[in-house]
């Protein structure tokens, strides 16, 4: 899986971002501009200890992203999607980007791949989820319909050690 993060605006949300991206074998692709510098210290804090085992790539702008991932189908998170997040099949390669927290993916983006944004259904007059949060939510369900692969393993070691016990 991939996980696309353009233009992130907050330290603590890429750090906690990148520290699911490990836990569960994500590549994370941030575009430039950053709201923070990469060796940051709340960046760094939030990930734990853990940011030195993310598999992490920066781009210039989104035209530097899309040459270096020619074809690939990007899905959209927004606000603004008229599908589900949970109506969408990921494979097991989808790249699944979410725009900055203060304003998301630019309108123009969205408009020319508008067959590739899912939403995530929010009750009320809530404007948006946390984006760390947003994040989890999409992936573990782009996991779960590939049936966790490569992840089930240590799961299954820690309900046998509960089983011992």
């Not at 510098?37 to 990930?47: C, I, Q, V």
């Not at 734990?48 to 690939?72: A, I, N």
């Amino acid at each position: 899986m991939n996980i696309v993060l353009l233009e992130p605006e907050m330290p603590a949300n890429t750090g906690n971002i990148g520290r699911t991206c490990v836990a569960t074998g994500t590549r994370l692709h941030l575009i430039r501009p950053l709201g923070f510098r990469l060796n940051e210290r709340m960046l760094k804090r939030a990930g734990l200890d853990y940011w030195d085992k993310l598999d992490v790539t920066v781009y210039d702008d989104y035209e530097d992203f899309l040459e270096r991932h020619p074809g690939e189908r990007i899905y959209m998170a927004t606000t603004k999607g008229r599908k589900v997040y949970t109506d969408v099949c990921y494979d097991p390669d989808a790249y699944i980007m979410f725009g900055k927290e203060s304003a998301g993916i630019p309108e123009e983006i969205l408009l020319a791949n508008q067959e590739n944004c899912v939403r995530i259904p929010m009750w009320g007059d809530i404007r948006s989820l946390n984006l760390s949060n947003a994040v989890a939510i999409v992936l573990y369900e782009a996991l779960r319909q590939n049936g966790f692969e490569k992840m089930t393993l240590q799961g299954e070691l820690h309900r046998l050690h509960w089983r011992e016990d």
